[in-house]
């Protein structure tokens, strides 16, 4: 028995040197996540974006657990509004894990350990690809490493967690190369059940990574027909008819996210990406793609050095320290592999430099789509001539912004994954081509040479960063608490990759969410409709709340945050109490030593709240709602703002415009009941049909005219006590600038809406 | 029937001069043969940009008479500055020799229009002969090219009828590269140099559209033959030399006047891309023919209006961007790609190449700095990113010399004249083994094409102008020295206008009585020039009262305005001896005549006569010096040129280059003085009515400085002229003057 395991060990002596030393790398490159993971604190968190990827995986962990479907709707975050996690960064791939983790570890424990697993597996599928192309172990290995430990992952660590799960891009290659190299078709059928799963399981993990393995497999597809023109056409040709079969499974496996996206589809618009300006500061400069990561300890110290020197030297530090949106920087080797190709190509077997080409021509495309839409050099992307004309230089990325589906990437930088992908195979390419010319006693030398070239330039350590303190024992004093309700920690942020609202860095909010279960005022996901910031400002409680707690949008770790202009509440206690009413803030836990902390503590206690615990340094306030009923809605009125949710205009002359695909309305009533919904409204430009759903119900579809009507709605049983949402779904909308002369109204208008009751 | 083609073929010289006769005669009667026998100056009905040009060109020839360089200052208009004729495109007033004892000024001129023509058709055929393309296509093409329908448009800037620069040059410059016999090569080298010189004297775009061209084919010979230019330059390099030098040779009158316009001129900058925008072709625009064809003009103008308000709405009204090149080039054009798809073809024809090569690249440069496409120039990709496409004509901007084209619609020409080569290529290509019968359908249609798309209207006359032709003999007979003034009067350029926009017809006035006029209209006008006027007490205050559109002026400050409704008498009647303002024509038909009128009589002005609606007033100029600037005199931009900044404290700095004006009423010799501080030690040198009288050394110690003005002085207004070595770090002002002044040396 242990001589056939010695035997095994020595067929895959390889294979098992590469594991470890891919563990060991791992450990050492991330012994910050691994500490953290040990010595885990519940009562703190780390203050970055991987809270989001927490809060979502472990929403959707436990709908599964209920066997519910997880791209479900919630109102756990944004109160008043309902979320749909299928247009989030789901990260959904980390559920199934979950499933093993979460019974002994937090949440916070499960993913920081999966984001070491995903660092580890894409090392070694990687190195199994390459293997597969029939490259040298030495050769794969070195691949392998340049790919799975990239330059790009020290950023993505500290809070885009999805973004490391890199195994999925070889992983599909693999797939893909055994479905075209298997004889048998049992095997291919399998294979081709198996690749769309993997589509769908990359598409769980990471959209953009999605985008770029569609992006990756068309360039491959193109690029074969030109290298490999007959053969490709005939492989093409013999393996149609198992492309039914993957998209089938692919979509099999896709079906609960189909199922949520359409329900959301059904009351709104696809999200839009609007203007240039986020791809174009998310996208790699020129230069991007020769400045390495901040977090590599050697070129941190040199331009630590350096940034003293002179202006010139310090502003490339300053480049060099602001890399993080725009980081594209692909390794040392994966570049000099191109030179060495350059001056090398002649003497490389042809067969051989074709496949290259096709992964070097692909690398290169992604290394000018992470550029992005507008070039830049040293963060300058135009140059002025005469009579202030900028000129821009456009990139192949803007033709993306005109392609549906393609039009939401707004971080064109991290297509640089597809340039490590590629570039890493044609490394390995090269790398073979020379040990392919080395004598066997230089090979080793070359082999730690090139070891150590990788260590030292994709070396990266997670900084240790300071997290900030929870207040745990209030989550689970509301969590333990009898009465339900809205919890408003201040400070508290509402934020998206766009814009934010409140305390930028609040996201601890997120944390609580999860511990006492409660819905929150405010959140922070990767998508979040503008409608949602519109209403939260214009609330006089919970916008002024977030006008005074904000101290700008700064760099946590390198910035210093701005002083927050703290001013008095200018609403009525009438009109806060209204909104504290509708939206059932019952919970408001208080950060104590702010600036802002005095002036809302003093507010809530005026407005009845009380001081119910201290924890650390947060106090929680509570007051319990008087389940007031908020049934009558005039549109006309300024503090109809509180009711007109979604998609409304301002109030224009006794009514608001409905705008969009949808808008919607929030009523509160203290008791279930079957009342009809009563409003007045009139259409735009032209007579239309209308869908009203009740809590996502569909109630019914009517016609409204152009002319101010009266409309009554039968509820049906749908109306539940306490807030309701009712949705206006629009077939028509225009805008005036189009359909009336002499009109540069741009808003896309679909009705007037005068008023609404429930009777 | 063979005889007969023999007795055509031995004869064609004849019949191609005739048929070009013809055309002229048909096409150019009524536009400029007429003049002959109806000369159009004697009822004013001339346009006002050709009445300017040809006003610059009767200068240029009476300077040429008088024996001086045409290239120099001549006093004419704007005074007291003096106006660099042989730099405003005035060259054909050599042409004036043979023409003007017998011919006005405008018959003379309106005969070498029309004998440019006839020459631009001869070199064109000649030039298509020698390019081995037979005597019929050579002969359409010579005939559309002559009659371009770029010059449809241009009637009112008659110098871009001197096309025949353009294949006279290269006819020339051909003959001197192939020709075997030295004697030829001698002559085509002197050629080629008069015609280059004449372009830059006549049109100086042409001049830059032929160094343009130039430089293309450089550039194609050096990517696709490198070896046949290097072996042709090996074997005609003494050739080449010899026209470089004809060329110097030539040029010597005009590289003077350059150096002294350089050295006492103040270069007028273009602000921005000057125009180029909006005067850059439409992508679209070579497509939409133009409203001045005769037969659009005279049968369909209101379909023609409501085609282009429909499908091109960016060329309506188009001028400077009209750039449509007719049928028989774009038809040409089509064919030559669709022939170049097939390798075949394309080896057949590649003699075509370079000239296709030149084509493009003059189509591309036509579309100016930004590309316009259906009259949109960019893209919003964002409310404030506008994405545009940046054309090579932006290099050009950032070139001298070549930064001077603010007008890319206009290399339109070069584009027609290498297009139409190529097109003759094709032509030849496609008939060249076709029967007589199938050549004999071809000429007659592209005939009937050239005649129906390419005459252009000839009809349009400009409407009869009143001049006081006796107020101006009145004044002619006055011997002494003194300035007309013309109410209303205008100091306007291709950009900004002063005064009355439309009263361009002063130098009418001054072709008969020969006195320097007040304000004046040319192609552009020295920064310091306008505000010299802008902002003089007398002509500043005038210049406002008869502009009526003073309100929407940009050059005028608003906020200042209402300090200019009334005249300051004591500084008019300064401004007024000093530029020996002795008569003063008033229009009466203008609502502020009356005011100014009574104004001038206020100040001492006489009503000496009446000529229909106009009034001659007459005050005789005091007899004063002015040897005075002193630079805390708050308004004193009367005895200022160019080169000053804006008062401060008792001071004005002055640039690297500035100059006073001074008044002598005799002759003698005198002492400058001058009040002048400096941050460090530097030199200035002095000039005196554009002859030096030396140089001295400013230090931060010293203050005033003296020095001897070497007789140069002469009665009436003297420019004094100081030229520093250095600037101060501002990189713009050389030193602060309180004070000069004109010493009697005794």
């Given at each position: ?91 959904f ?34 190195y199994?690809?390459l ?13 392998a490493?340049?790919?799975g ?5 020290s ?46 399981g990359?598409?769980y ?16 597809f ?21 492309v039914?079969?993957?998209?089938l499974?692919?979509?099999?496996f ?42 590599n ?15 010139l ?7 060099f ?5 725009r ?10 592999s191109?030179v ?13 430099k ?5 992964f070097?021509v692909s690398g ?55 340039t ?13 081509f ?6 066997k ?15 030292v ?9 300071a ?5 745990v ?20 942020v ?5 814009q ?6 609040a ?19 990767s ?12 609330l ?6 977030g ?10 770790y ?66 319990r ?8 809605i ?10 007109a949710g ?13 705008l ?22 009139a259409?735009f ?28 709605i ?12 009712i ?9 005036p ?7 540069l109204?741009n ?5 007037q ?6 009777e | 029937?063979i ?8 004869r ?35 346009w ?5 040009y ?11 008479v ?11 208009m704007?005074?007291?500055?003096r ?5 405003t ?28 023509q ?33 010059l ?45 010189a ?25 990517t ?5 230019l ?22 010597i ?15 007028p ?5 000057g125009?180029?925008i ?7 625009s070579?497509?939409?023919p ?10 369909y ?7 282009v ?5 960016f060329?309506e ?5 009209f ?14 790609s ?28 036509t579309?100016?700095?930004?590309l ?14 506008k ?17 001077n084209?603010r ?20 032509f030849?290509?496609?008939?060249r ?27 349009l ?9 006796k ?6 007979k006055?011997p002494?020295?003194s ?13 900004t ?11 009418v006035?001054?072709?008969?009585h ?8 040319t ?6 020039k ?19 559109n ?25 401004v ?19 005011t100014?009128?009574?104004?001038l ?15 001659l ?5 005091k007899n ?18 160019m ?10 700095l002055?640039?690297?280059?500035a ?30 009515n ?5 140089q001295?050394l400013?230090t ?22 100081f030229?520093f ?22």
């Amino acid at each position: 028995m242990l001589k056939a395991i010695k035997e095994k060990a020595l067929i895959f002596r390889y294979e098992i040197a590469f594991t470890l030393l891919v563990s060991l790398l791992t450990i050492v490159f991330n012994f910050q996540i691994l500490r953290n993971v040990i010595l885990y604190d519940s009562m703190t968190i780390p203050i970055d974006d991987g809270v989001v990827t927490e809060f979502l995986t472990e929403t959707e962990y436990k709908s599964l657990s209920h066997f519910n479907n997880p791209f479900a709707t919630t109102t756990k975050v944004l109160y008043p509004f309902e979320t749909n996690f299928a247009f989030q960064d789901t990260s959904f791939i980390n559920v199934p894990f979950l499933f093993v983790l979460r019974p002994l570890l937090d949440i916070h424990q499960a993913t920081q350990l999966i984001v070491l697993f995903n660092i580890a597996l894409g090392n070694l599928v990687m190195y199994l690809l390459l293997r597969r192309f029939k490259l040298s172990n030495f050769a794969s290995m070195i691949g392998a490493l340049i790919y799975g430990f990239s330059p790009y992952l020290s950023y993505r660590v500290l809070g885009h967690l999805t973004y490391t799960a890199t195994y999925f891009f070889p992983l599909l290659m693999l797939i893909g190369h055994s479905i075209l190299n298997n004889n048998s078709n049992r095997q291919r059928v399998l294979f081709s059940i198996f690749w769309g799963a993997v589509w769908a399981g990359l598409y769980y993990a990471n959209p953009y990574y999605f985008i770029t393995a569609v992006i990756g497999s068309l360039l491959l597809f193109v690029c074969s027909l030109v290298y490999f023109k007959k053969r490709a056409i005939g492989t093409m040709v013999a393996n149609l008819g198992l492309v039914p079969i993957s998209i089938l499974s692919f979509l099999v496996f896709l079906l609960p996210w189909i199922l949520s996206a359409n329900e959301y589809l059904m009351r709104n618009r696809l999200p839009e990406l609007k203007g240039i300006v986020r791809p174009l500061t998310l996208s790699s400069d020129l230069m991007n793609l020769l400045f390495p990561s901040e977090f590599n300890p050697l070129y941190n110290y040199i331009f630590d050095t350096i940034s003293n020197k002179n202006s010139l030297l310090a502003k490339l530090s300053v480049f060099f320290e602001g890399n993080w949106g725009r980081f594209g920087y692909p390794g040392i080797l994966i570049l000099v592999s191109f030179v060495i190709y350059f001056f090398a190509r002649k003497k490389i077997p042809s067969i051989t430099k074709q496949y290259m080409k096709v992964f070097a021509v692909s690398g290169i495309i992604f290394a000018i789509l992470s550029l992005g839409p507008l070039l830049k050099v040293f963060n300058k992307w135009y140059i002025i001539l005469p009579e202030e004309i900028p000129i821009y230089f456009p990139l192949p990325f803007l033709a993306l912004h005109f392609i549906p589906f393609f039009d939401i990437i707004s971080a064109p930088s991290r297509f640089i994954t597809g340039t490590v992908f590629f570039g890493s195979i044609f490394a390995a390419f090269i790398f073979q081509f020379i040990s392919d010319h080395l004598k066997k006693e230089k090979l080793l030398k070359f082999f730690i040479l090139v070891l150590l070239i990788f260590i030292v330039d994709q070396t990266y350590f997670v900084p240790n960063r300071a997290p900030a303190e929870l207040p745990v024992e209030t989550y689970q004093y509301i969590n333990n608490h009898q009465t339900g309700g809205t919890v408003l920690e201040v400070p508290f942020v509402l934020r998206d990759g766009l814009q934010y609202m409140g305390d930028v860095h609040a996201q601890q909010i997120m944390r609580g969410a999860m511990i006492h279960e409660h819905p929150i005022i405010g959140g922070y996901l990767s998508r979040i409709d503008s409608a949602i910031f519109d209403y939260y400002r214009a609330l006089p409680f919970i916008g002024h709340i977030g006008k005074i707690i904000d101290k700008g949008n700064f760099h946590l770790y390198k910035e210093p945050a701005k002083t927050p202009s703290v001013s008095q509440f200018l609403a009525s206690n009438e009109m806060l109490l209204e909104e504290i009413e509708l939206l059932d803030i019952n919970y408001v836990i208080v950060k104590n030593d702010e600036l802002y902390s005095q002036i809302i503590q003093e507010k809530l206690i005026e407005l009845g709240f009380k001081s119910v615990m201290e924890d650390g340094s947060h106090s929680l306030y509570f007051r319990r709602s008087k389940d007031l009923e908020f049934t009558n809605i005039s549109f006309g009125d300024k503090e109809s703002a509180l009711f007109a949710g979604r998609n409304f205009s301002a109030p224009e002359r006794g009514f608001r415009w409905g705008l969009g695909k949808s808008s919607t309305v929030f009523i509160k009533t203290n008791k279930a009941s079957s009342q009809d919904i009563n409003f007045e409204a009139a259409s735009f430009h032209l007579p239309q049909e209308i869908s009203i759903y009740l809590n996502d119900v569909f109630l019914d579809g009517i016609d409204v005219e152009t002319k101010r009507k009266q409309y009554t709605i039968k509820t049906k049983g749908n109306l539940n006590s306490g807030l309701n949402r009712i949705d206006f779904v629009y077939s028509k909308s225009f805008k005036p600038s189009i359909v009336l002369t002499n009109n540069l109204d741009n808003r896309d208008l679909a009705m007037q809406f005068y008023s609404l009751t429930l009777e | 029937m063979i005889k007969i083609s023999e007795y055509i073929d031995k004869r064609s010289i004849w019949f191609v001069l005739f048929g070009f006769l013809f055309f002229s005669f048909w096409f150019n009667g009524s536009l400029f043969w007429s003049q002959i026998f109806f000369d159009s100056s004697t009822n004013g009905s001339i346009w006002g940009e050709v009445r300017v040009y040809e006003w610059l060109t009767n200068k240029f020839y009476e300077a040429i008479v008088a024996g001086q360089n045409p290239f120099g200052f001549y006093t004419g208009m704007l005074y007291p500055f003096r106006l660099q004729i042989g730099l405003t495109d005035a060259g054909n007033g050599l042409f004036y020799l043979p023409l003007r004892p017998f011919f006005s000024s405008y018959t003379s001129f309106s005969i070498i229009m029309a004998l440019s023509q006839l020459m631009a058709n001869i070199g064109m055929y000649l030039l298509l002969r020698k390019f081995q393309i037979s005597k019929m296509v050579s002969f359409i093409i010579a005939l559309a090219f002559g009659y371009m329908t770029f010059l449809a448009v241009r009637q009112g800037h008659l110098n871009y009828f001197m096309i025949y620069v353009f294949p006279w040059f290269y006819l020339c410059g051909y003959s001197l590269l192939i020709s075997k016999e030295a004697s030829t090569r001698i002559v085509s080298g002197l050629g080629a140099a008069v015609f280059f010189a004449l372009s830059l004297w006549t049109n100086f775009y042409y001049f830059i559209m032929i160094v343009i061209s130039i430089g293309a084919f450089l550039i194609y010979y050096l990517t696709i033959a490198k070896k046949q230019l290097f072996i042709k330059l090996k074997e005609r390099w003494l050739d080449l030399l010899r026209t470089v030098l004809f060329i110097i040779l030539l040029l010597i009158p005009w590289i003077k006047g350059v150096y002294e316009g350089i050295k006492f001129e103040s270069i007028p900058r273009l602000p921005g891309w000057g125009g180029a925008i909006d005067f850059s072709a439409d992508l679209f625009s070579f497509l939409v023919p133009s409203g001045y064809n005769h037969y659009i003009n005279n049968y369909y103008p209101d379909l023609y209006e409501k085609i282009v308000k429909t499908y091109a709405h960016f060329a309506e009204g188009a001028f400077e961007n009209f750039v449509y090149p007719g049928l028989i080039i774009l038809i040409g054009l089509v064919l030559y790609s669709i022939l170049h798809l097939k390798k075949g073809h394309r080896v057949k024809m590649k003699p075509s190449q370079p000239f296709f090569f030149v084509t493009i690249v003059f189509f591309v440069l036509t579309l100016g700095p930004f590309l316009h496409v259906f009259g949109r120039g960019g893209y919003y990709l964002d409310d404030t990113i506008k994405l545009v496409i940046p054309m090579p004509y932006v290099l050009l901007h950032f070139i001298p010399l070549f930064e001077n084209i603010r007008v890319p619609g206009r290399l339109v020409v070069a584009f027609i004249f290498f297009a139409y080569i190529t097109v003759a290529y094709v032509f030849e290509y496609l008939i060249r083994k076709r029967s007589s019968f199938f050549r004999s359908l071809f000429f007659g249609a592209l005939l009937l094409v050239f005649i129906f798309d390419q005459r252009y209207v000839s009809n349009l006359t400009p409407p009869d102008v009143d001049y006081p032709y006796k107020i101006y003999e009145t004044i002619a007979k006055d011997p002494s020295f003194s300035t007309v003034m013309e109410i209303p009067f205008t100091v306007r350029d291709g950009f900004t206008y002063f005064g009355d926009e439309d009263a361009v017809s002063g130098i009418v006035g001054e072709s008969y009585h020969g006195k320097p006029i007040i304000g004046g209209y040319t192609g552009r006008i020295a920064d310091y020039k306008r505000a010299y006027y802008y902002r003089n007490p007398f002509l500043g205050y005038l210049g406002r009262a008869m502009d009526s559109n003073v309100s929407k002026n940009p050059i005028i400050d608003q906020k200042e305005l209402s300090k200019w409704s009334t005249l300051d008498k004591q500084s008019a009647l300064l401004v007024i001896d000093f530029l020996d303002i002795k008569y003063v024509i008033v229009d009466n038909k203008e609502i502020y005549s009356d005011t100014v009128s009574k104004t001038l009589i206020d100040l001492g002005f006489k009503e000496m006569m009446t000529d229909g609606r106009f009034s001659l007033l007459m005050r005789p100029p005091k007899n004063r010096e002015f040897l005075k600037v002193d630079f805390d005199t708050p308004n004193l931009v009367t005895y200022l040129g160019m080169g000053w900044q804006e008062k401060e404290g008792q001071f004005r700095l002055a640039e690297k280059k500035a100059s006073v004006m001074m008044k002598l009423t005799k002759k003698r010799d005198m002492t400058l003085r001058f009040i002048t501080h400096v941050e460090r030690p530097k030199s200035v040198s002095i000039d005196v009515n554009k002859k030096n009288i030396g140089q001295l050394l400013l230090t931060p110690k010293n203050s005033s400085y003296k020095i001897d003005t070497n007789n140069k002085l002469n009665p009436g207004i003297n420019e004094i002229h100081f030229f520093f070595d250095s600037v101060n770090d501002d990189g713009l002002t050389a030193a602060e003057f309180e004070f000069i002044e004109l010493l009697d040396s005794k």
